[in-house]
């Protein structure tokens, strides 16, 4: 017929050490100062150059900040004031053309996307832009000019 054996560990209770003699010895991990890469940390000077080459300092000491998912869409702009002092240098140039009294001027086609309201023009400008300023558009239509919305290039 079997025996009822008792646990070791019964015995060992209150004893502090549970047989393993002085208390430093068998405290796991913690015996020899950690597991893995444990004390490689801000103290240790030494082991800092062996760390970053064979691990980067970004795979060994983590990547932070925030991550953006969406890529956000960079709206480029200019103010009315440029294209009213540039105009003539543009028509030279075969960015714009006049026609008759109206300059027109597709803003694309200069890398931009939006037009800004900033400044006073005393040209009267035909403008082709994805976006437009309130203002932009007011001081267009007070010049006698006109503000044409594009759809975007995909």
């Known amino acids: 017929m ?3 054996r008792r646990k070791k560990n019964r015995r060992m209770r209150g004893s502090m050490t549970h047989g393993w003699g002085s208390k430093k010895k068998h405290r796991g991990s913690g015996n ?5 890469m444990a004390g490689t940390g801000k103290r240790a000077d030494q082991k800092k150059p062996t760390i970053i080459n064979e691990y980067g300092l970004q795979n060994y000491f983590g990547k932070h900040g925030f991550i953006v998912h969406s890529k956000k ?3 480029k702009s200019v103010n009315l004031s440029y294209i009213d002092t540039k105009i ?3 028509v030279h140039s075969d960015l714009a053309k006049k026609e008759k009294e109206h300059y027109v001027l597709d ?3 200069l890398g931009y996307d939006k037009l800004l ?6 040209k009267k400008l035909i403008i082709t832009a994805r976006f437009f300023s309130r203002n932009a558009v007011r001081k267009l239509e007070e010049a006698g000019g006109q503000a044409i919305t594009a759809k975007k290039e995909s």
Do not use: Y
């Open 2 to 4: 079997p025996e009822n």
């Open 73 to 75: 869409e960079v709206i």
């Open 88 to 90: 003539d240098s543009l």
């Open 32 to 36: 020899r100062g950690g597991f893995g």
């Open 117 to 122: 309201g900033s400044g006073s023009i005393t």
């Open 107 to 109: 803003l694309s086609s």
